[in-house]
């Protein structure tokens, strides 16, 4: 499973301030923290109130890959943005994100394919998020569709269900991962992603509903988990999960995270 | 989901002794304990070398059911032991366990068909422990075709995949995994179960493994977990479970767990 690291994301204020006064050494210190502690790809995102993002978005991938050797997730709600900072990337980037909405769809896909990027597709449309997980499938369809047609392949699209916080409705979570379940099955090519972080929010014990989720999750097939990478039992739940999955051959990784004090209960 | 306390089983040594010294205040202490703590129904398991099985287990039938007011499993290999402590038994009991055993098989399921009591039916023959879910799947149909042309509820009939340690082998727990997703999706009247204290038997982190693997499997749709119900963190995780699961409506009784300070992060 792909780990994406989350955390330079602009709506944090600290990264946001940084990201406004181009404070490089901060962002370059969170890039290696992250991928030091496991990550594989790192989201990043500067959509801060009063700046210019097509910027930097620019500027942020320009400064985390002079930092680490990582592919990044280019996070933003504007094409314009995306666009500056596929010129900037080296290798070969996700695009954070297209949805059902038709405008972001029509614009961005073909900009996608173009680029040969992976894609992180939400299922919500120009009406919202549905609330059922057949009604968010069928977004799921209508994006694949559309992707697959302008030549994007399927194990490019990642899906994500959306994952809201239990406190916004007790059956939150279970419709994502219904959702999953869905998507699994009707559309076995794509990939399944989604935000580890919500789940829990505003709930008590917030990151142990965080690590549950995200445990099952992957037994349904999740194939790429954003997420605080510097949350050690976060990270520790993923080493387990993987053994328990068979994904870890001998539990290799799991005995070697024993070893060098990295697994926490 | 059905909570079995795993605790009064003559294999483990103390309670073994308290079991041949016929210790009452012992075994009804730990049958309290297990209820407290929110165990559903009672294991008992009379099975100690040099004692006789089929009084043992009949005592600690009219013990438990003295101490504490919940149905209990009838744990035994011995078909004696099960009649004489069926009729011991007041409601309706489990029995622990039929398998793909001929003998077995041919012996108790007249004796449960006539009784009306739920099963344990785990996925073994003569030949051992199959290697692949679809061979556990095989001895699954055998078992519930046999069960119910004697008259037994497929939803009376738990089929347990049989989970052993990581320690056995790397691929183990996820072979226990697929086999609950093969039987939920071809047998999906039964109900599944497991003993889920083996995944990290012999592991670091023993109880983590234990735990994560509870979470998915419940996913899945365990229908029963036989567990340490005293593991505070393994409740916790049920907790967490139900109302990610959506089995929790308001998330009511983790905030009520929450507030009696019984989770256990």
Redesign the interface.
Known sequence: MLIVGESINSTISAVGEAVKARNAAFIEELARAQVDAGAHMLDVNAGVAGADEVEGLAWLVDIVQKAVDVPLVLDSADPEAIEAALKMHKGRPFINSISGEKQKLDTLVPLIADNACSVIALCLDDKGIPETPEARLEIANLMVNQATAEGISPEDIYIDPLILS?GTG??A???S?DTMKLIRRELPEVCITGGMSN?GFG???R???NR??L??A???GLDAAVIDVRDKKLM??IH??N????K????KL??KA?RAGN?E?
Chains 1, 2 share one sequence.
Request: hydrophobic letters at 65%; a positive charge.
């Open positions: 239990l007790w059956n979570a279970k419709v991962l789940v709930m008590p014990n990151r142990l509903l549950i989720f445990a099952m992957m037994v349904i520790t739940v387990a999960s053994a328990i999955l068979g870890d051959p001998y539990c799991y005995f024993h697994l209960v």
